[in-house]
């Protein structure tokens, strides 16, 4: 629930309206007669209670969501920066050592993200977390499978490169069971369960910090403010839509690794495209203009991206992808709720390197083939 707290920061808030925990888990209570049991405490701070509750629960899986999120919001300041290391990792930390202390076998499913393979032109396409690679030693060429080399281009990025390698340890020492999802950027904003209610309706964030870029321009369109493309908006990423993003979770926790076999790694992204086409797109469907940048982050101007996702292909996924008209789904949603925008916290203000008044080019920008 920290999200709720950087909102008192940040002095914006979800273009959604966002009922208190309590009312989302009474509604959802009468809808589906089930119950969502609610403890309150910081993963990172309170060990004890954490162990407590697991050793209590006999968990068959944790899905571990308790990460600050944002890369603009862990590069606003020293603070920022602290706060999401000191937050991510040390929740990440005190889950993984809980589970070994509680002598149970609890799955971890983690909340990763496709940033942790860089975003420079790889020249390949993205393999599943681990790289084959071919060396030379004394006795001939060998065959190694390591993990993929982590590129984070943000503190918030980092901090998932840094999971991944507690992940390693935890794995090899302890024989924890642990997925890593390496996620792309969501988009849409509702599923079947948050349609049922008004009061199940999910955040949606459309300010420079927390706002992901297809939403964020989807929102733009409809208050009339121009499309926020950064640089030459040459930038190509991964992305999802948030109810395949809800099935890939359900699938990663009913497919657990077997025990003492390594972190299992999903990449889940169902497609890749350019800022610069989503901004077209957008354009195209709304009319809306589309306005250049300065560029507040460090990286590459333009990049190619290709991302394998066959393990969750093969699981059954069926894509919903940006063609499929859902769009319009986003819009509905953001019209509806419109007149709680405010139009001043569009704009990214946070910047990787300490100006906004420079072009954040990126070291990343030379490796562009
Ligand atoms: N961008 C614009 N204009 C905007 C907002 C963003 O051009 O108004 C550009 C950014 O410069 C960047 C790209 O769009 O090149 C993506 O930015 P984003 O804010 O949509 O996504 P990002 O900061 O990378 O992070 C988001 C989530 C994070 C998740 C990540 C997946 O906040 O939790 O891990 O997407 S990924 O990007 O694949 O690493």
């Not at 968990?59 to 969501?65: C, G, N």
């Not at 862990?74 to 990440?92: A, D, E, I, P």
Request: with cysteine.
């Amino acid at each position: 629930m920290s999200r709720r707290t950087i909102d008192i920061e940040l002095g914006c808030d979800s273009l959604t309206p966002i009922s208190s925990i309590f009312k989302r888990i009474e509604r959802w209570k009468e809808l589906t007669g089930k119950t969502i049991e609610f403890y309150n405490f910081d993963i990172s701070r309170n060990y004890h209670r954490l162990l407590t509750l697991i050793k209590d629960f006999e968990p068959d899986t944790v899905v571990h969501f308790a990460e600050q999120r944002a890369a603009p919001y862990s590069m606003k300041s020293s603070y920022h920066k602290r706060y999401t290391v000191n937050n991510n990792l040390s929740g990440t930390n005190n889950l993984l050592a809980a589970i070994v202390e509680s002598q149970l076998d609890v799955h971890t499913v983690h909340l990763g993200t496709m940033g942790v393979y860089g975003y420079q032109t790889a020249g390949l396409q993205i393999p599943e977390g681990y790289l084959k690679v071919f060396v030379e030693t004394d006795e001939g060429q060998k065959e190694l499978d390591i993990m993929y080399p982590p590129s984070p281009g943000s503190i918030y990025h980092m901090t998932k490169t840094q999971d991944a390698l507690l992940f390693y340890f935890y794995n090899k020492n302890d024989g924890l069971r642990i997925t890593d999802l390496h996620q792309g950027v969501v988009w849409g904003t509702t599923t079947e369960e948050t349609e049922m209610d008004v009061v199940l309706v999910n955040r949606f964030d459309y300010d420079g910090d927390y706002g992901t870029v297809l939403n964020r321009f989807l929102v733009q369109a409809v208050v009339g403010h121009p499309l926020t493309v950064h640089g030459t908006g040459g930038q190509t990423r991964a992305f999802i839509h948030i109810r395949d993003m809800v099935k890939c979770i359900r699938m990663a926790i009913d497919n657990p690794p077997e025990l003492w076999s390594r972190v299992e790694i999903f990449n889940q992204a169902t497609e890749t495209h350019s800022v610069r086409y989503l901004a077209q797109l957008v354009s195209e469907a709304t009319g809306a203009e589309i306005r250049y940048f300065k560029n507040p982050r460090k990286e590459a101007l333009e990049n190619r991206l290709t991302v394998k996702n066959e393990k969750f292909m093969r699981l059954g996924l069926n894509p919903i992808k940006l063609e499929s008209g859902i769009m319009n789904e986003v819009i509905q949603v953001a019209d509806k709720y419109k007149h709680r925008c405010d139009k001043s916290r569009i704009i990214c203000t946070s910047c990787w390197c300490n100006d906004m008044e420079v072009d954040c080019q990126g070291s990343d920008s030379e490796q562009v083939n």
